[in-house]
C-alpha cells in the first residue's frame, strides 16, 4: 500500500474518531503529496525514495518550528508542532540510534577511505545516500564530523 492509500485510511479513521492532532498531520502530509505530484516531470507519480524526503522534510520544519515555539515561550503552539512530529514520524523508517548511527559511519569512512576533516564531502554524500530516511541530515552531520576529528 502506498504512501497515500495509507494515509488516506487513517485520515477516514481519524475523523471517525475526532482526533483533531491525527487529522491535522495526515492532512499536512496529503497536502505535500498533492504538490509533489502535481510538480512538473512527476507525471501524477511520486517514488518511494520522494515520498522518504518529503516527510523528512515535514519533520523538518515541524521541528524548526518546534525550536522557536519553545524559545518565545508558546507552549500552545509547541504543543501541536509536536503532535504533527508525532504523526509524521509513524510514516518514516525507524530512526537509527546514535551507537548504530556511529557504527554505519564508521564503515562508510572505511569504504571511502576517509583520512581526515577534508573528506566531510566524500563521507557525507555517501552517509546521506546509504542512510536516508534512517537518520536526520544534521545528525549525521555531526556524527561525521565527530569521527573525522579522531
Known amino acids: ?22 487529522l491535522r498531520g495526515l492532512r499536512a502530509i496529503k497536502a505535500e503529496i498533492i504538490k509533489a505530484k502535481t510538480e512538473p516531470g512527476a507525471n501524477g ?20 518550528s518546534l525550536d522557536i515555539y519553545q524559545k518565545q515561550n508558546r ?11 508525532n504523526v509524521i514520524e509513524r510514516f518514516l523508517p525507524k530512526q537509527m540510534s546514535e551507537a548504530e548511527l556511529k557504527e554505519a559511519i564508521s ?8 583520512a581526515g576533516p577534508q573528506d566531510l564531502g566524500k563521507v557525507m554524500g555517501t552517509a546521506s545516500k546509504q542512510l536516508a530516511g534512517k537518520a536526520d541530515g544534521k545528525t549525521i552531520a555531526a556524527v561525521v564530523k565527530e569521527l573525522l576529528q579522531k
Open 1 to 22: 500500500m502506498s504512501l497515500e492509500q495509507n494515509v488516506m485510511a487513517e485520515m477516514k479513521d481519524a475523523m471517525k474518531a475526532r482526533d483533531e492532532a491525527l
Open 45 to 64: 507519480e511520486i517514488s518511494e525514495e520522494t515520498e522518504m524526503k518529503l516527510l523528512q522534510k515535514l519533520v523538518k520544519s515541524r521541528k524548526d
Open 75 to 85: 507552549p500552545d503552539l509547541a504543543q501541536k508542532e509536536t503532535e504533527e512530529i
Open 107 to 114: 564503515v562508510i569512512i572505511t569504504e571511502t577511505g576517509a
